[in-house]
């Protein structure tokens, strides 16, 4: 994702929780998601080299890139 795609998206999105490298949106506004254009729920973006994330229930994930990061779209 290069970016403008990035930087439209984030601004659109409501900023939730930063944890170590990863820091999570909430699409309040039905965003599509890019991968699959069906509205996400969250967008996390993992920053750091290796991250762990511990999902609370099973989720369909989409993924991205922007500047060395992975994006995770989460659709429930
Ligand atoms: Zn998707």
Same mark, same amino acid.
């Given at each position: 994702?290069?970016?403008?795609? *990035?930087?439209?998206?984030?601004?659109?999105?409501? $900023? *939730?929780?930063?944890?170590?490298?990863?820091?999570? *949106?909430?699409?309040?506004?039905? /965003?599509?998601?890019?991968?699959?254009?069906? $509205?996400?729920?969250?967008?996390?973006?993992?920053?750091?080299?290796?991250?762990? /994330?511990?999902?609370?229930?099973?989720?369909?994930?989409?993924?991205?890139?922007?500047?060395?990061?992975? /994006? /995770?779209?989460?659709?429930?």
């Amino acid at each position: 994702m290069d970016d403008a795609a *990035y930087n439209e998206l984030v601004s659109s999105l409501t $900023p *939730y929780e930063e944890a170590g490298g990863v820091k999570t *949106y909430t699409n309040t506004v039905s /965003l599509a998601c890019p991968a699959c254009e069906e $509205p996400f729920d969250d967008l996390v973006v993992c920053r750091d080299e290796f991250d762990s /994330l511990e999902l609370s229930k099973v989720m369909d994930l989409c993924v991205s890139t922007h500047d060395g990061n992975v /994006l /995770l779209f989460t659709h429930q």
